[in-house]
């Protein structure tokens, strides 16, 4: 099972990054995925989600209005499009896989993360 992150990098304030995660090893389209972040020390918070077939997505007020989380499970992966990127932004952001078995056991998969910063 992979997780693969890429597209993170060094941005200026006001200045956009799509993120993608390439997943491999198990059934993509079965699986929850969401994007997490973390900043040098803090604790890891969600920024979005969407549901397995991308009927529904949610998103931390922080980055509402300005991220789009979007999948394409034919091509098994995942994106984060960041728009009017701030420096609070800066952080390595992780991609998440989730499903539940139908004995609502919790199987995920984490990926090791890119590094976004936003500075001028």
């Known amino acids: 099972v992979q997780l693969v992150e890429s597209g993170g990098g060094l941005v200026r304030p006001g200045g956009s990054l799509r993120l993608s995660c390439a997943a491999s090893?198990?059934?993509?389209?079965?699986?929850?995925m969401s994007w997490y972040r973390q900043a040098p020390g803090k604790e890891r918070e969600l920024v979005t989600s969407?549901?397995?077939?991308?009927?529904?997505?949610n998103y931390a007020d922080s980055v509402k209005g300005r991220f789009t989380i979007s999948r394409d499970n034919a091509k098994n992966t995942v994106y984060l499009q960041m728009n009017s990127l701030k420096p609070e932004d800066t952080a390595v952001y992780y991609c998440?896989?989730?499903?539940?078995?139908?004995?609502?056991?919790?199987?995920?998969?984490w990926g090791q993360g890119t590094q976004v910063t936003v500075s001028s």
């Open positions: 969407i549901t397995s077939a991308g009927r529904s997505t």
């Open positions: 090893g198990f059934t993509f389209s079965s699986y929850d």
């Open positions: 998440y896989a989730k499903r539940y078995s139908s004995s609502w056991r919790r199987i995920d998969y």
